[in-house]
């Protein structure tokens, strides 16, 4: 029953807001077209896309690895980042996915999230259940309990007395950073950009504090210019619900200078490394589908997670971790080949009507549906 309390809270909270946001703010309906396209053309030029961004990364002081799947990913950043570290991460669906944080743990790190709700999962020992909103499954009450591991004297806490004791906690282990590792809400092919949107701050400190800034992100990711990477991150913030975000960050290789002579060098006093490891892991085959490559047009909003009868009622159990709800059932064949999730979906249709890429998610699921009885 705790979780049913959960999302129901969060319904009340977004859907409305989601809508105030797109009608005070016509425009992002056109940008949302435009990333569309925008990501359609990669996609069906993905080699070429994918070679443009490892140039691009390169020339301006990055590097950049391309891996074929989460094996390969722990092993790249294991290389990059040694043992005995601290490490700040920011929420990253793709870090999940390839088991980041627990095979660095593993190595002897010492590894944190600083998202707010993947703090508390992570602190829960439990899988996200939104790709956004990764502890929407928690009650406020859930959450302070949880807290308690690190305050243990949290009683009958506001969400801000929450919140701040996170931040008390984190912010030691911003300090003493070694690396930062982020997702990536858009990689601009030109530029080699990686781009984050956020509200916490958190991301910003994790690019900017530590000496090594690791972005991880999917091929699909890849947007033609740094233009509409741009664009992709408003619209995965509007149709979100938190529309203007309160951080939008561009990280264009290592830190620089070019205040002597306006010569640039680097480092500055951010980063003095920095390196994009993009991961396939069953993105290249999903996107020669003729069905399956629209699940690569997500922005990971998770708008239609709260507009679906089946995940208001399973949550983040629908689905194969870090992926839940509609996106979440089509991600689950695209990364790990389980079709099972797609049985689930009852086809009511509004994950299609909110979706800001107008992805036909019950034409993709109904298709899953059948290789996955096939199977």
Sequence with gaps: MTWIYAVERAVKNNVPK??????????????????????????????????????????????????SNAEEAKEIVSKIVGTGKTIVLGKSMVAYEAGLRKHLEAMGNDVWETDLGEFLIQLADEPPSHIIAPSLHMTKERAE??????????????HEKIAMTARKFLRDKFIKAHVG???????????????????????????????????????????????????????????????????????????????????????????????LVLLDNGRREAAKDPVLWESLLCVRCGRCHLHCPVYRVFGGKWGVPPYSGPMGAMWSAVVYRDFGPAQLCVHSGGCREVCPMKIDIPKVLEELKKRGLKQ
């Design 18 to 67: 989601v809508e105030a946001i797109l009608k005070e703010h016509p425009y992002l309906l056109d940008l949302a077209m435009k990333v569309r396209e925008g990501k359609t053309e990669v996609l069906r030029n993905l080699d070429r896309y994918v070679e443009e961004t490892i140039k691009s990364v390169e020339k301006s002081g990055g590097r950049a690895h391309l891996v």
């Design 181 to 275: 590792i982020t997702g990536a809400n858009a990689v601009a092919a030109d530029t080699g950009s990686v781009i984050l949107v956020e509200n916490e701050g958190n991301i910003r400190m994790t690019t900017v504090l530590p000496e090594v800034h690791i972005a991880v992100a999917g091929l699909e990711k890849i947007l033609p210019n740094l233009q509409l990477a741009l664009y992709e991150a408003l619209v995965q913030a509007a149709f979100g619900g938190l529309y203007p975000p309160s951080y939008v960050n561009v990280s264009s290789g290592p830190s620089s200078t070019a205040d002597i002579e306006m010569k640039r060098v680097s480092p500055a006093h951010g980063p003095r490394e920095f390196h």
């Design 145 to 158: 309990e949880v807290m308690r591991k690190i305050d243990n004297e949290l009683n009958n806490s506001t």
